[in-house]
């Protein structure tokens, strides 16, 4: 090792005017195969406020459970089109929304497969370095066998999982809450 | 027998390395008032690097077009203000360049006022400058930028607040837990001392290196001005998290 990784800063403000230039909140065009949904929820403060200058990132495999990336060697095809990133900016209500497919099920430690999972990134003013989390699906058997779900303290676990809509069977809601009783699970990455 | 070859190399993954003692601020820091609603509260779960922290998006030279890294470039007339040059390397911890890697930044204009709806600075918009550039690094990690110096700004954190000038970089790395959002600041800059955000990181000398350097190199003679601002994302760990020794 020779260098050392340059300290994080906070987004400040005005990140709207850096990030807004290549927001994704169209994940799969059509054509690309899988389970559709939308992904939607609050970013909320300590105080219970919605917080209005977010943004959430989010990373995911395709619906095969294969990365558009170099270095997931797994023998499935990557789809055309569909880049796996998205990139959302909260409105005044603190909401994000999303529609992408669902991703499959990718390899872990040990090459036990996870549970189906979107890595999601957030970014704000208040923040001087970014959160990660992950969202895990509802409903899902593979949930109480995943590497990293597993290791968060049971009575957390749900803060992980979104909610169907109950009005809506393709919607999925899930909030990201920085402080309190509900407090999010949070990763040290 | 052994399992296929192939899934032995799937499950192999090479992990980077935390951050150096003191070298990231904290979460909760409250001389920025803005962090003590916003940090988390509960302690944070250690996430060990699997593929889908490894991989991240990648993306490639259709995302960005010339314009978008000459910000003096962007609108019929010319902005108002110092051209300058910010120019550097994107580099790992191994000092391996991060090639082909989207950098992303936004700054103030001269006045120290950004184009964004809740800045109500009193100071002018320039109608030539948005103050917002992106670039792909080339194969051997390095960007450039030209640009308008930023001016400081006052903010409202603490009595007479003000901003030491700075440009938002924001690095997304070949891997996801590569990506780094930072500030680039000027050298000699005595708003430094007086600034929250700068001072919430412990160490020294990781506050320095986020100051960039005067590079005269770089200068166009009678146009602009330069400065050099190298960023390190994380490196690999030197050893797979798992192998496969079957």
């Given amino acids: 090792m020779s260098l050392l990784t340059t300290s994080s800063q906070t987004v400040g403000p005005y990140v709207k005017i850096g990030f807004e230039p290549f927001t994704v909140v169209e994940l799969a065009p059509a054509g690309v195969a899988g389970e559709r949904i939308t992904l939607s929820g609050r970013v909320v403060d300590g105080d219970g406020k919605p917080v209005n200058d977010a943004v959430v990132e989010i990373w995911q495999a395709n619906a095969q459970g294969k990365y558009a990336h170099p270095?997931?060697?797994q023998d499935k095809p990557i789809e055309a089109g569909f880049r796996?990133?998205?990139?959302?900016?909260?409105?005044?209500?603190?909401?994000y929304r999303f529609t992408t497919v669902k991703p499959g099920r990718v390899p872990g430690p040990g090459g036990a497969l996870q549970a189906p999972h979107i890595v999601v990134t957030v970014f704000m003013r208040g923040l001087l370095k970014h959160l990660i989390t992950r969202l895990y699906f509802p409903d899902e058997a593979s949930n109480?066998?995943?590497?990293?779900?597993?290791?968060?303290?049971?009575?957390?676990?749900?803060?992980?999982?979104?909610?169907?809509s109950p009005n809506d069977k393709v919607a999925l809601e899930w909030n990201v809450i920085l402080q309190g009783q509900e407090e999010t699970v949070f990763f040290d990455y | 027998m052994n399992k296929p070859t192939e899934e032995r190399i799937t499950t192999s993954v090479t992990g980077y390395r935390r951050p150096y003692?003191?070298?990231?601020?904290?979460?909760?820091?409250?001389?920025?008032?803005s962090t003590v609603k916003r940090a988390p509260t509960r302690p944070l779960v250690f996430l060990p690097h699997t593929l889908s922290?490894?991989?991240g998006p990648v993306f490639g030279y259709d995302d960005v077009k010339t314009t978008d890294s000459d910000l003096t470039r962007q609108h019929d007339g010319e902005p108002l203000g110092e051209r300058i040059v910010v120019s550097g390397r994107i580099l790992d911890e191994n000092a391996r360049p991060v090639a082909h890697a989207l950098v992303e930044m936004w700054q103030a204009?001269?006045?120290?006022?950004?184009?964004?709806?809740?800045?109500d600075h009193d100071a002018p918009l320039d109608p030539n400058f948005t103050g917002v550039g992106r670039i792909l690094t080339d194969g051997?990690?390095?960007?450039?930028?030209?640009?308008?110096?930023?001016?400081?700004?006052?903010?409202?954190?603490?009595?007479?607040?003000?901003?030491?000038?700075?440009?938002?970089?924001?690095?997304?790395?070949?891997?996801?837990?590569?990506?780094?959002?930072?500030?680039?600041y000027f050298p000699g800059d005595p708003l430094l001392e007086y600034d929250p955000m700068y001072n919430s990181v412990t160490d020294e000398k990781a506050r320095q290196r986020m100051i960039s350097s005067f590079d005269w190199e770089s200068t166009i003679p009678d146009i602009a001005l330069a400065y050099r601002y190298d960023i390190v994302l994380r490196g690999r760990d030197a050893t797979p998290m798992e192998t496969s020794r079957s």
């Fill in chain 1, 84 to 95: 796996g990133f998205g990139r959302c900016l909260t409105d005044a209500k603190g909401s």
């Fill in chain 2, 109 to 119: 204009n001269a006045a120290g006022r950004y184009r964004h709806a809740v800045d």
């Fill in chain 2, 53 to 55: 922290e490894v991989t």
């Fill in chain 2, 21 to 33: 003692f003191a070298t990231q601020p904290a979460y909760l820091y409250p001389g920025y008032r």
């Fill in chain 2, 140 to 184: 051997e990690g390095r960007y450039r930028f030209v640009t308008i110096k930023p001016g400081a700004y006052p903010w409202r954190n603490h009595y007479n607040a003000w901003r030491p000038a700075h440009v938002h970089f924001s690095l997304f790395g070949i891997g996801l837990v590569q990506r780094l959002v930072t500030q680039m």
């Fill in chain 1, 144 to 164: 109480a066998e995943d590497p990293v779900l597993t290791l968060v303290p049971a009575d957390r676990r749900a803060t992980l999982i979104a909610r169907r």
């Fill in chain 1, 71 to 73: 270095e997931d060697a």
